[in-house]
């Protein structure tokens, strides 16, 4: 999609200006702990046995002339939360303000007088109008309801309005069913827009319409954004017609909201894994730019069910970075940076929530087999299936300290390739130190039994060296025994002990 004045607009004005202070605007929507359950009934009787949690306590404002992008898999319940603001559908719990008014229980009568200032444009473009009435008909429906008579009459100011939206006046008195889908949704929009209302909700509102007129009715709603002073939800699939749009973005993940942040910092650098999943996703137009990104990460399995949500984070189940925390405990939307909220115990491109927690569950060890390996370098929190081991020894490097075991470990089980690099990092002192203490454990297992040639000679070894012997290491062994000689002992005892420390070595790595 070409840029527009959209873009330079809100990316010189709106969003520095949300990040500096966001609290400059005035709060027209408030949404607070807003859950949506949808009863499951059985039997005769009708009694419940469940329900589907749509959406299931999420929390966010919407600023007067912003526009709100909401993003998500299908089923996560965005297009629940956004007939549930508007007041289609009552709210099991929670809280809507609309300009201060508190609009949650208010009745059908009621909620009347603010129709004029909430509309919604309808996901389904077939569903939403009329079979039976003309367009004009369904397009002056507002001014009909609202007893509102624009300037010159009902049927001009429709024409005017079919116009706008890229139809042709003269389909005034046509039928529904002589349109595409592209073009009902482009009356579904003219009728939404018709008495000017403050928060317009709009559900899918270019998803059925053709790429070449996605432009011109994104464009258009921008235009009358400028001039009327609208402010926009916008629900959508297209990241890149979100990122077009918006001025902050909504991230939702199964009835909850993952993570709420402008657009610059969502894109540029996600915070919530989930969102990072879906920003690789994004395809990349610039052939000369395609072979570069291949940083596709691939999530395993489906969205769990709304009936039964996973416990702690419901993203665990899916997440190459879950560990026993995310499991057990729910994350709390928290503002990580000024004008990002994450829901997230493992962050991205942020400091670890959980340092101490990084074991990771076995769920997270196959989707980490999806992940490449660009992403995960970077992470400080999700280092690999193997276990407390290797975290172990990857904090002990950081440090820069080595127990003299742990190197006796690496040694035994490194290859004969490796032990030379082994070898040439290990300090010289160190080396010589390792050597005495060989040769010590040597000379006493000797003296001890000078007989036994089996087990004591195999643990020896195995202490001492790895599978088979080398010159060096017959080296090490000779030069240890020399330094545990007594000072007054000929020099020729001392090479024929070195020589014999060497020879048993060799024997019993052999047996």
């Not at 790895?466 to 080296?475: K, N, R, V």
Request: glycine share 8%; net charge negative.
């Amino acid at each position: 999609m070409s840029e527009t004045k959209k873009t330079d607009t809100v990316a010189e004005a709106a969003v520095p200006k949300q990040a500096s202070a966001p609290d400059e605007r005035e709060v027209l929507l408030r949404v607070e702990g807003l859950t949506k359950h949808f009863p499951i009934k059985k039997g005769i009787l009708q009694r419940q046995v469940g329900a589907v949690k749509a959406v299931d306590g999420i929390d966010f404002e919407v600023r007067k002339g912003e526009t709100l992008g909401v993003v998500g898999e299908s089923g996560c319940g965005k297009s629940t939360m956004g007939r549930v603001i508007t007041r289609l559908q009552d709210p099991t719990g929670g809280k809507i303000t609309f300009e201060g008014q508190d609009i949650t229980r208010l009745s059908t009568g009621q909620m009347r007088p603010l129709r004029r200032d909430i509309q919604m444009i309808f996901q389904d473009p077939y569903g939403s109008l009329n079979p039976r009435h003309t367009i004009g008909s369904i397009v002056s429906a507002p001014f009909r309801l609202q007893g509102v008579e624009p300037e010159g009459g009902v049927k001009k100011e429709v024409q005017g309005l079919l116009e706008l939206v890229g139809l042709s006046p003269e389909h005034y008195n046509r039928y529904p069913h002589e349109f595409s889908g592209g073009q009902r949704q482009r009356i579904g929009i003219a009728r939404a827009l018709a008495l000017k209302p403050k928060l317009v909700v709009a559900d899918e509102p270019v998803s059925a319409l053709d790429v070449s007129i996605q432009a011109q009715v994104v464009n258009l709603m921008d235009d009358l954004q400028q001039e009327l002073g609208l402010t926009y939800v916008i629900i959508a699939h297209d990241l890149s017609v979100v990122r077009h749009v918006s001025d902050r973005i909504a991230v939702m993940y199964l009835g909850k909201i993952v993570e709420l942040a402008d657009r610059t910092s969502l894109y540029e650098a996600p915070m919530h894994p989930y969102t990072k999943a879906l920003m690789s996703a994004v395809p990349v137009p610039d052939t000369k730019r395609r072979g570069q990104k291949s940083e596709r990460i691939l999530l395993r399995g489906d969205v769990p069910s709304p009936i039964a949500p996973p416990s702690g984070c419901r993203f665990h189940t899916r997440c190459w970075k879950a560990t026993e925390i995310c499991r057990t405990t729910e994350p709390q939307l928290v503002e990580l940076r000024p004008g990002q909220r994450v829901a997230c115990h493992h962050p991205e491109n942020f400091a670890d929530q959980a340092p101490q927690d990084t074991v990771l569950l076995s769920a997270a060890k196959k989707a980490s087999e999806l992940v490449p390996d660009a992403v995960t370098a970077g992470d400080s929190a999700e280092e690999a299936p193997a276990a407390e081991k290797k975290v172990a020894a990857e904090k002990a490097s950081a440090a820069g300290e080595v127990p003299a075991a742990e190197k006796t470990a690496a040694v035994e089980e490194a290859p004969a390739a490796e032990k030379a690099a082994v070898a040439e990092e290990t300090p010289a002192a160190e080396d010589v130190t390792l050597a005495e203490e060989v040769a010590a454990e040597e000379a006493a297992a000797a003296e001890g039994s000078a007989e036994k040639t089996g087990p004591g000679a195999k643990t020896s070894t195995e202490k001492a060296a790895p599978a088979s012997g080398t010159p060096a290491e017959e080296s090490t062994d000779a030069t240890g025994a020399a330094a545990d000689a007594p000072a007054e002992e000929p020099a020729a005892a001392a090479e024929e002990t070195a020589r014999q420390a060497g020879t048993d070595a060799q024997e019993s790595t052999d047996k």
